[in-house]
């Protein structure tokens, strides 16, 4: 099992800046890449952003690319999303989630979830 724990999110102004942190623990070594997905109200959860563990090797959706980075720490087992140019449609759940296979961009290619946590960005 690998548990994954979300934690920085909370209400920014638009075209301002939030930093989401993903703690990972319990049988990490499984685990082959990290990724964000978001789901707001009403909409179905969408892929954000993932990274591989071993080699870094990014992946971002086209609707966050150029705002949104994603970074890791594998001596810390911490997964980062650096959110900039926050806009009111980057509002919704951001969750973490850990997959042990090589494909990433689907919610069904990955393994173990967080609970998420709430971002809100207000116009």
């Known amino acids: 099992q690998v548990q994954l724990v979300e934690s920085g999110g909370g209400l920014v102004q638009a075209g301002g800046s939030l930093r989401l942190s993903c703690a990972a623990s319990?049988?990490?070594?499984?685990?082959?890449?990290m990724g964000w997905f978001r789901q707001a109200s009403g909409k179905e959860r969408e892929f954000v952003a993932a990274?591989?563990?071993?080699?870094?090797?990014?992946f971002y959706a086209d609707f966050v690319k150029g705002r949104f980075t994603i970074a890791r720490d594998n001596s810390k087992n911490m997964v980062y999303l650096q959110m900039s140019s926050l806009k009111p449609e980057d509002t919704a759940v951001y969750y973490c989630?850990?997959?042990?296979?090589?494909?990433?961009?689907?919610?069904?290619?990955?393994?173990?979830w967080g609970l998420g946590t709430q971002v809100t960005v207000s116009s």
């Open positions: 989630a850990a997959a042990r296979g090589a494909l990433l961009l689907t919610s069904s290619d990955y393994n173990y």
């Open positions: 319990g049988r990490t070594f499984s685990v082959s890449a």
């Open positions: 990274i591989t563990w071993s080699s870094g090797s990014t």
